[in-house]
């Protein structure tokens, strides 16, 4: 059984620019959730995936996308980098049911982004 | 969504047991306790979950009073290696229910096991 993956590991991008982050949740799960960590802060819920289609959403503008695969492989897209973007990016899987039940979520490394 | 109040940093020494307590005063029914560990630059790795009484694994047990407003992580012994931010989750996944789970963590306990 492989453990969450994400790619690349360091990133650095000028403001206004796009970038992708991907990630490759663990074997067997079937959701998976994007976080922003900045130095010193607790990880920020950005959005989450279930069967392709977004189930939820923190607080992030319109320009913090995202996508899911068949394969429930991922993808983070931001927009318009702002130098306020810097932080780790975090990736979890989790398998969720169709009922009341509990999100034990198993992270990745993350991504570091710097954005200048 | 219930929020978690922890104290931000705690400091001990290796081979003593250390507690965490996490706040959580508007808990709902079907809310669960998850606890997470994140070293830095790394991702946070699950610790244990529990729903009331004691709940303990290989690594931690984690305590919660009967009316579940807090709960208390338990290390025992810890080492070095134990040098860590911790944080507490409360929530459940909604899915059934149309809604979704958003999970909010907050700024955690910084854990420092001195030699």
């Known amino acids: 059984e492989t453990g969450v993956t994400q790619s690349p590991t360091h990133l650095i991008k000028t403001r206004g620019q796009q970038v992708t982050l991907r990630c490759s949740s663990q074997?067997?799960?079937?959701?998976v959730s994007w976080y922003q960590q900045a130095l010193g802060q607790g990880p920020q819920f950005i959005f989450q995936?279930?069967?392709?289609?977004?189930?939820g959403r923190g607080n992030f503008p319109p320009r913090f996308s995202g996508l899911q695969f068949p394969n429930y492989s991922s993808e983070l897209n931001v927009n318009a980098l702002e130098l306020d973007d810097s932080a780790l990016y975090l990736c979890a899987s989790s398998l969720l049911r169709e009922i009341l039940s509990t999100d034990t979520q198993y992270f990745g490394p993350g991504t570091r982004l710097t954005v200048l | 969504l219930a929020k978690t109040t922890q104290p931000i940093s705690m400091d001990s020494y290796e081979g003593q047991e250390v507690n965490i307590t996490c706040s959580h005063n508007n808990i709902a029914t079907n809310d669960y306790i998850t606890w997470y560990q994140q070293f830095p630059s790394q991702g946070p790795r699950f610790i244990i979950q529990?729903?009331?009484t004691k709940v303990t694994n290989e690594v931690a047990s984690l305590f919660i009073p009967a009316d579940r407003k807090s709960s208390t992580l338990s290390l025992p012994r810890v080492s070095l290696s134990d040098t860590a931010v911790y944080y507490c989750l409360v929530g459940e996944s909604q899915l059934g229910s149309g809604g979704s789970y958003i999970p909010t963590f907050g700024r955690g306990t910084s854990l420092i096991v001195h030699p």
């Open positions: 995936y279930y069967r392709e289609e977004e189930n």
């Open positions: 529990g729903y009331k």
């Open positions: 074997s067997g799960h079937n959701t």
